[in-house]
Antibody, heavy 122, light 111 residues
Framework: EVQLLESGGGLVQPGGSLRLSCVATGFPFSIFAMGWVRQSPGKGLEWVSTLHNDRLTTHYAKSVRGRFTISRDNSMNTLFLQMNSLRAEDTAIYFC???????????????WGQGTLVTVSS | QSVLTQPPSVSAAPGQRVTISCTGSNSNIGAGSDVQWYQQVPGTAPKVLIYGDNLRPSGVPDRFSASKSGTSASLAISGLQAEDEADFYCQSYDTSLRGWVFGGGTKLTVL
């Protein structure tokens, strides 16, 4: 059974940093692209970042580029999201998601974690 | 403002059929990027209902179907049941933005 368990969320002041983790079980983690999707309170889904299985190819939404860094440790089956220079508008539930597909144009999120809440407020 | 446009809400009675539209552009749906549909019950994680434009993962009832034409896609739900009440999101890949995009979401109410 595929399971994705996020952690690391919490309350942080504007300008601060947080590191989210996502531990994956139930599938060969190293061969799949992984990503983060967030959902602000009462709002819709917003893709944040993707990291391919080569551990090198990354994609970021314009709203977080230059502030967030995605990485993975395949030996620990863990995906990370380092979030710096946090803003109030980054407040959201952050979901870790596994990708399925052959090319980026047909990539989709086939499994999701339950999410971790990040609140940016003074 | 979402890259993919969905109606904010739809409603229908149990047993009826409802459709949800998703309008994109030539840089995403019109470029041939696959369209996916997700169902999210409030307070829970999204779940994929449709992938690859019109394919259902195992376990998803055939009451759920989808289609795509040009720069738009649609999700149809037939034989509505109370447990179908949820938020529905379309998703695709945008070649100009070089990223994955979602619709704003549609709240389905089963009357």
């Amino acid at each position: 059974e595929v399971q994705l368990l996020e952690s690391g969320g919490g309350l942080v002041q504007p300008g601060g940093s947080l590191r989210l983790s996502c531990v994956a079980t139930g599938f060969p983690f190293s061969i799949f692209a992984m990503g983060w999707v967030r959902q602000s309170p009462g709002k819709g889904l917003e893709w944040v970042s993707t990291l391919h299985n080569d551990r090198l190819t990354t994609h970021y939404a314009k709203s977080v580029r230059g502030r967030f860094t995605i990485s993975r440790d395949n030996s620990m089956n863990t995906l990370f999201l380092q979030m710096n220079s946090l803003r109030a508008e980054d407040t959201a539930i952050y979901f870790c998601a596994k990708f399925q597909g052959q090319e980026v144009s047909d990539y989709y999120f086939d499994f999701w974690g339950q999410g971790t809440l990040v609140t940016v407020s003074s | 403002q979402s890259v993919l446009t969905q109606p904010p809400s739809v409603s229908a009675a149990p047993g009826q059929r409802v459709t949800i539209s998703c309008t994109g552009s030539n840089s995403n749906i019109g470029a041939g990027s696959d369209v996916q549909w997700y169902q999210q019950v409030p307070g829970t994680a999204p779940k994929v209902l449709i992938y690859g434009d019109n394919l259902r993962p195992s376990g998803v009832p055939d009451r759920f179907s989808a289609s795509k034409s040009g720069t738009s896609a649609s999700l149809a739900i037939s034989g509505l049941q109370a447990e179908d009440e949820a938020d529905f999101y379309c998703q695709s890949y945008d070649t100009s933005l070089r990223g994955w995009v979602f619709g704003g979401g549609t709240k389905l109410t089963v009357l």
